[in-house]
């Protein structure tokens, strides 16, 4: 895997690892659209920053915390409709082939 | 009361205070010029007449009964379809959310109904809040009420688009690289980004959540004050939320005094790639500003011209990971050929037929930004560049009170003219985006018309973290001189529709 | 299988690691306030953050936030003084948002250990096991396999209940375990089982195997010695202390029979087989997903004050291997004896027994003897076992006030073991009723009388030890439900006899 460019296997793979079904048009369209991207958002690597401490989080806090008192949520019917597929009080979702994470 | 629909939010307020008039007219007059107006302009995605009829019917009885004390009961609102709005469809500009109605709202939805504020309806945005013109929406674009033939700006272009058409007197937007002060600029309305962590951002759809924040549009900066008060202050369900009061930005809309402030013009954001007649109306603001008692030095903030690329590496990662959600399990569209197909199957094919071209690409490129391997060079590299674009800020203002840049490069352009350009669309935001990385809070405030194109122009005051107060003191006092000049805000200059 | 294993640790080195994922008992889930109680119908305790709607965002439970530590306080970890939660991105249906909030590079607590004492050929060895890290993450919904076997391979569709996810999932890492030699699996189960006692010590989790509240992953490499460390193979699915130790060995001698063959092991996941004791092939580690992981943004950094990692350790009780061996003494008993004790899983239902009410060795008789039998009869853990310390507590109250025999207890411990209730519905249905009525045992002292006259000749010509006889017989016809040494007391007083 080249640094800066990015080819057309890689982004076959970066659809599959985002759950994008792309057609082979697509792959060649963002190919070339990620290539130029990219070449232009690199130049931040000619900033020496080494020594500088990332930011995560903008505004600097620390120790954000919630009680552990249990509160009732939402009841079934609130999302139950919404569920492309509900059955069983349960969400219905395609057979899984792999093992998870 | 003549045509409410050109009335500020602040006179409608007083005016329902005072019971010249009722929320319910108010609010009829609003829906008739939105079926009068949007098929034309098409800021909006959803519009329910009966339902905002019966809301305002309600506020009306609870202002009889003396129930309701805000300063903007009874006026009415647009919303930006990335709120989610309970048993209200809530799209972001998706069609992979399309039929979505939320079970529960967003914190400041609540907000404003708790203030007696009065939601029109759902607008458009570009997909997922990922754009700079609202071309990216999933249902169709929005039109720029100063030109049908152009865009409105993005990704908030319904918002902007709907307070510029008078079809509502103020909207909510939100701004994760300037997506509720581009548009502001590009239709001469008032659009602010309070600092990060001053308004919650429970229940509005994430993009990126380190750089995301609603905000207040209108199209006088007292209005947005007065927004801006309703919605901003701490969420114990937002962790990111500051816990703090919410600075006083009223008061200091009404302070419209700069005498004695100092102001800093950003070096690197006003040279190449912006618009001539853009760079004309900046500099008579800037003289403007020195006339009322201001003083105006240059600053530079060097790392500004790593913003974009470390923005364009941060916020695809970010989203990669918050869109991951959408994959037709639980709610929204989902794909099935009804052939046996894999959940992994389903989910990709649900991905690719509900997402469109732009947000497949960033969700591609924030994958790839964060794969391992790439992860040092690219998000941890775009991390400590932020760290030294809010370092540059830091020490500007250890000079200076607030900063000023043109808000956008240019004016608006015309529908289709940038989008086969992905890199050309992103350099919009070149001014804005810093701001985000940063956390900063910044305002937009239109100055005039680009002398070449007539289009509106905006002027961006930035300011320190929390000091939101002070957007609105200096916006204040420039919208009011610019006002005695032309008789009247700006927005009086767009055609009628 | 044993000579084929000492022939495996006369040629290979183990290498044994262990990942362990404890549930937290907190009233709510980690990052909202659905409650995290086991059970409940599905999805009855979701909500629009633990459902990962679109706009939820998590706030940290401090409760869960405090355990993790006292955890690694008591596993001898640094606490950092700051760190932060990181997104694990990955698809998976059970995880609503397609990532799971968790630790990465900057775990809670770090570098700790514990120690473990397994019995070896000179005597109880104490080993130490050093703790890699301790973090916290959110726990994922159930899914339920339907269209087939119930197993994911055949599944027509899955049903999924997100009760569970979001449930706080603290996740305690080994370094790997050097020097195990022979003792690797011994020790792997003394790791777990020494674990869980602590766990149970802070009162953090219920951590029973059998509910899911304590998940063990075993990581096993074998190398000849001189040379470097093996492959290692992850083994999941291993729901039981037994299992662990199981899983461990048969790892260890598979791999060995691998190499032998010249063939490499592959890094992989691998399924513990309960009934055969087997390990399955899962899926290979080589072609595993890329987590991307990256600080999360809608949480802000821990960190946990001097005073409150102060507070907290003031807050930790005695530790489990200085408790035995206070008991030890107390009890009066060998290091042996505790062991083994131990070993059983005796210690915590004997503890919960005596604080229930029961003498000391009548609660180590009952656990170590027969309900010991009983649970190696049926090849399952003690505390799977459907009686409890209170019933013991209730049986040995209801004996000495003489409402059970001895005999007539052994038949309520029947009728608890095998479901039929509780202490009262069992003594009901079993009509385990003492027979107090002297006039009902005097007609069953003559009529056994009366079928041993020569006997009663016996004892009333002053032979008053076969008088055992008659008794054994009138509890005979009692079915047991006599008080022996009543009716005794009546025979003799029937036949005149003074003892």
């Known amino acids: ?101 | 009361m003549s045509d409410l629909t050109r009335q500020s939010a602040a006179t409608l307020a007083s005016a329902i205070a005072r019971k010249e008039v009722s929320s319910e007219e108010v609010t009829r007059a609003h829906l008739d010029r939105i079926a009068q107006v949007d098929e034309r302009v098409h800021a909006f995605l959803h519009v329910d007449r009966e339902s905002s009829i019966a809301r305002a019917r309600e506020v009306d009885q609870q202002l009889a009964k003396g129930e309701l004390s805000s300063p903007l009961a009874g006026v009415p609102i647009a919303l930006k379809d990335l709120l989610a709005t309970k048993g209200v469809p809530t799209t972001c500009g998706s069609r992979i959310l399309e039929g979505w109605r939320p079970p529960y709202n967003a914190t400041i939805v609540d907000k404003l109904n708790a203030a007696g504020v009065v939601s029109l309806g759902k607008t458009n945005m570009d997909e997922f809040a990922m754009g700079s013109s609202t071309e990216h929406s999933g249902y169709g674009p929005t039109q720029n009420p100063w030109d049908l033939e152009r865009i409105p700006g993005g990704s908030g272009g319904g918002s902007a688009a709907a307070v510029a058409s008078f079809e509502s007197p103020m909207a909510i937007g939100t701004d994760t690289g300037g997506s509720i002060r581009q548009p502001a600029a590009l239709t001469g309305t008032v659009g602010v980004k309070p600092t990060y962590g001053g308004v919650s951002r429970y229940g509005i759809v994430a993009l990126a959540s380190s750089l995301d924040q609603a905000g207040p549009c209108a199209r006088d900066v007292m209005d947005t004050a007065l927004l801006h008060t309703v919605i901003g202050g701490h969420d114990p369900r937002d962790s990111t939320s500051i816990n703090k009061p919410v600075p006083d930005v009223v008061a200091a809309a009404l302070n419209a005094d700069v005498r004695g402030m100092k102001i800093g013009v950003i070096k690197q954001l006003k040279g190449e790639g912006f618009q001539a007649g853009v760079l004309e109306r900046f500099n008579q603001s800037i003289e403007i500003l020195i006339e009322l008692g201001a003083e105006v030095i240059e600053v530079s903030c060097p790392h500004f011209e790593y913003a974009l690329g470390a923005y364009y590496l941060i916020l695809p990662s970010e989203a990669s990971s918050n869109l991951a959600r959408f994959d037709g399990m639980r709610f929204g569209i989902r794909e099935d050929d009804g052939k046996n197909r894999s959940v992994e199957e389903v989910m990709s094919a649900t991905r690719e037929k509900g997402f469109g071209a732009e947000v497949k690409r960033r969700i591609m490129l924030g994958t790839y930004a964060l794969s391992s391997g790439y992860y040092d060079a690219y998000y941890g590299q775009a991390q400590r560049i932020r760290t030294l674009i809010t370092r540059d800020f830091a020490d500007a203002f250890s000079h200076v009170d607030v900063l000023v840049s043109p808000t956008a490069p240019t004016t608006a352009f015309k529908i289709g003219e940038k989008l086969d350009d992905p890199l050309a669309m992103y350099l919009n935001d070149i001014a804005t985006i810093p701001v985000n990385l940063a956390g900063n809070c910044a305002m937009s405030l239109p100055i005039g018309r680009a002398p070449e194109d007539g289009l509106p122009v905006g002027l961006q005051i930035i300011a320190p973290p929390m000091a939101d107060h002070l957007l609105y003191q200096v916006g204040s006092a420039l919208e009011s001189a610019l006002a005695d000049r032309w008789g009247g805000l700006l927005i009086s200059e767009a055609p009628t529709l | ?499």
């Open chain 1, 1 to 101: 895997m080249t640094q800066g460019g990015i080819d057309a296997e890689q982004v076959k793979h970066l659809g599959k690892l985002a759950r994008l079904e792309l057609s082979p048009e697509e792959v060649a369209d963002y190919t070339l659209q990620l290539e130029q991207i990219l070449g232009a958002i690199t130049s931040i690597s000619a900033v020496a920053a080494d020594h500088i401490p990332p930011t995560s989080h903008p505004i600097p806090m620390e120790n954000v915390y919630r009680e552990d008192i249990a509160v009732r949520g939402l009841e079934i019917n609130d999302f139950a409709r919404a569920a492309p597929s509900f059955e069983d009080d349960r969400f219905r979702v395609p057979r899984i082939l792999g093992e998870p994470g």
């Open chain 3, 1 to 499: 299988m044993t000579t084929g294993y000492q022939a495996v640790i006369a040629e290979f080195e183990p290498i044994i690691g262990l990942e362990t994922h404890i549930e937290l008992g907190t009233n709510s889930k980690m990052f909202c306030s659905c409650s995290a109680q086991f059970g409940g119908d599905p999805n009855t305790h979701v909500c629009p953050v633990c459902l990962g709607l679109p706009g939820s965002m998590p706030v940290v439970n401090r409760v869960a936030v405090e355990s993790t530590i006292r955890m690694g306080l008591a596993l001898n970890c640094s606490i950092a003084p700051w760190c932060r939660f990181a997104r694990k991105n990955y698809f998976y249906p059970d995880m609503p948002k397609n990532y799971q909030i968790s630790q990465y590079d900057e775990p809670l607590c770090s570098d700790g250990y514990l120690d473990v004492t397994v019995p070896t050929e000179n005597g109880p060895g104490v080993f130490r096991v050093e703790i890699e890290r301790v973090h916290m993450e959110e726990d994922t919904g159930k899914l339920l396999h339907a269209g087939g076997s119930g197993r994911i391979h055949g599944a027509t569709h899955s049903l999924v209940d997100y009760n569970r996810a979001g449930i706080p999932l603290i996740e305690v890492v080994t370094k790997p375990i050097l020097g195990t030699g022979e003792l690797a699996p011994e020790i792997a189960k003394a790791y777990v089982s020494e674990l869980r006692d602590l766990m149970r010590a802070l009162g953090v989790s219920d951590v029973r195997m059998e509910e899911g509240s304590l998940r063990c992953d075993v990581n096993v490499s074998l190398n000849r010695q001189g040379e470097g460390w093996g492959t290692r193979t992850e083994t999941k699915n291993v729901n039981s202390l037994r299992s662990v130790e199981r899983a461990v060995r048969t790892e260890m001698v598979r791999q060995a029979e691998q190499l032998r063959l010249g063939e490499r092991i592959i890094l992989e996941t691998r399924h513990f087989n309960e009934e055969t004791g087997d390990t399955t092939s899962g899926r290979s580690k080589e072609e595993a997903e890329d987590y991307r992981y990256f600080p999360e943004p809608d949480l802000v950094p821990v960190a946990p004050s001097e005073s409150w990692i102060k507070q907290l350790r003031g807050t930790l009780p005695e530790i489990p291997s200085v408790r035995r061996a206070r008991l030890q003494n107390d009890w009066g008993i060998s290091e042996f004896d505790m062991q083994s004790l131990v070993n059983a899983g005796a210690l915590e239902l004997i503890i919960a027994s005596i604080d229930a009410g029961v003498q000391p060795s009548a609660a180590r008789k009952w656990w170590t003897g027969e309900l010991t039998r009983v649970a190696n009869e049926r090849d399952c853990e003690l505390e799977e076992l459907t009686v409890t310390p209170a019933d013991i507590a209730q049986i040995e109250g209801l004996i000495s006030e003489g409402v059970l025999t001895d005999k007539m207890a052994r038949s309520v411990f029947e009728g608890l073991l095998d479901g039929e209730g509780n202490v009262a519905e069992v003594i009901d249905s079993r009509g385990l009723v003492v027979v107090n009525d002297d006039d009902l045992l005097v007609e069953a002292i003559n009529q056994a009388l009366s079928e041993s006259p020569d006997i009663a000749e016996k004892i009333k010509s002053g032979k008053v030890a076969a008088a055992g006889a008659i008794v054994g017989a009138v509890m005979k016809s009692t079915k047991g439900q006599a008080d022996a040494a009543k009716v005794r007391t009546l025979l003799l007083e029937q036949l005149g006899v003074k003892e």
